[in-house]
C-alpha cells in the first residue's frame, strides 16, 4: 500500500491511498495497526511528510561509494547520529536556510533511503529485522557543514538539526509492496542537474543490518524513522563545493517511493 498523509479542506489530518489528482482514499485505523480502505474519497489539500517521527536516527557514511569521496576509511560499524524530530520538513514545503549558515554558505544536500519502524523493537536479529518495518519513504539528510563540524563541538547533530532540515516523503510503501530495500535507486537533483544517483546495494551496513545493530539493548519505538546513510555526489566534496542557495529546487528520487521536492528559500 502507499499511504499519504495530508491536510483535508477543514485542516485535519487524515491517511489515505490511491492518491491520484489531489484526491485519496480515507484510510481507517492506524499507522501502525491495520489501516482499512473506507472507501471514502477525499480532497487532498496538502500533503504532509508521511509519519511524525517518535526519533530520527541517521546513518553516516554508509556507502561505498561516499566514504571514497569524503576520505574517511569505510566504517567497521554504523555510525549514528540524530536529528531533532522538529526537523522534519513535508513535501512542497521550503529548505529554509538560517542567517547562521550563510556566511559563508554550508548547506548541503543528502539524498536518502528513510525506513520507518512499525512495532518496538528489541534485540532483533537481522534475519527478522525487515519484519519491524511499517514501511519506506524518501528523505534529505540536509546538513549545515561547518555547524556539522566545528561549530557543533565535533558532534553532528547541530549541524543536521536546523528547522526544516529534514524533509520526508512523499508517501510511504508499506514493507510488503517494497520487499527488497537494496536494490533501489536513489538520486538528487539540484535545478534539475542530477548530483547523486546510487543504488541501495552500494551500502556498507544494508537496511535489516541497521535495524539489528540499532536495537541492541535499545528499543526502537513505533514511529522511529531511520535515515540509512546518502551515496556520493554530495556538494561538499564536489570542486568547487556545490551548497543550497535561495531560488533552488531540490529533488530526491528513490525508486519504487517517489520524488521529494522541496524549494530552498532564506530565512526572513
Not at 546513518?59 to 561505498?64: A, D, E, F, P, T
Not at 534475519?127 to 519491524?132: P, Q
Not at 536494490?183 to 542537474?193: E, F, I, K, Q, T
Request: glycine content about 10%; charged content about 20%.
Amino acid at each position: 500500500m502507499r499511504i499519504v498523509r495530508f491536510l483535508d479542506d477543514q485542516d485535519q489530518i487524515r491517511y489515505g491511498c490511491n492518491l491520484e489528482n489531489d484526491t485519496a482514499k480515507l484510510l481507517e485505523g492506524g499507522l501502525f495497526g491495520d489501516f482499512t480502505e473506507s472507501g471514502v474519497s477525499c480532497r487532498v489539500k496538502k500533503i504532509l511528510a508521511p509519519v511524525e517521527p517518535s526519533a530520527l536516527l541517521c546513518i553516516g557514511l554508509n556507502y561505498h561509494h561516499h566514504a571514497r569521496e569524503t576520505g574517511y576509511e569505510v566504517p567497521k560499524y554504523p555510525i549514528l547520529f540524530m536529528k531533532n524530530p522538529a526537523a522534519v520538513n513535508h513535501p512542497g514545503d521550503p529548505i529554509v536556510l538560517h542567517p547562521a549558515c550563510m556566511k559563508p554558505p554550508e548547506v548541503d544536500y543528502e539524498a536518502e533511503l528513510a525506513v520507518v519502524i512499525g512495532r518496538a523493537a528489541k534485540d532483533v536479529p537481522a534475519s527478522e529485522a525487515l519484519n519491524y518495518v511499517a514501511g519506506y519513504t524518501a528523505a534529505n539528510d540536509v546538513s549545515a557543514r561547518r555547524w556539522q563540524g566545528k561549530r557543533g563541538g565535533g558532534q553532528w547533530n547541530r549541524g543536521k538539526s536546523f528547522d526544516t532540515f529534514c524533509p520526508l516523503g512523499p508517501e510511504l510503501v508499506t514493507a510488503d509492496e517494497l520487499r527488497n530495500p537494496q536494490n533501489l535507486r536513489v538520486s538528487c537533483a539540484l535545478n534539475g542537474r542530477v548530483m547523486q544517483d546510487a543504488n541501495t546495494s552500494d551500502m556498507i551496513f544494508p537496511v535489516a543490518d541497521l535495524i539489528a545493530h540499532l536495537s541492541i539493548g535499545t528499543t526502537l519505538m513505533p514511529g522511529s524513522v531511520i535515515l540509512t546513510g546518502t551515496p556520493s555526489g554530495v556538494g561538499f566534496a564536489r570542486t568547487p563545493p556545490v551548497y543550497l542557495m535561495p531560488g533552488d529546487t531540490i529533488e530526491v528520487t528513490v525508486e519504487g517511493i517517489g520524488v521529494l521536492s522541496n524549494p530552498v528559500e532564506l530565512q526572513k
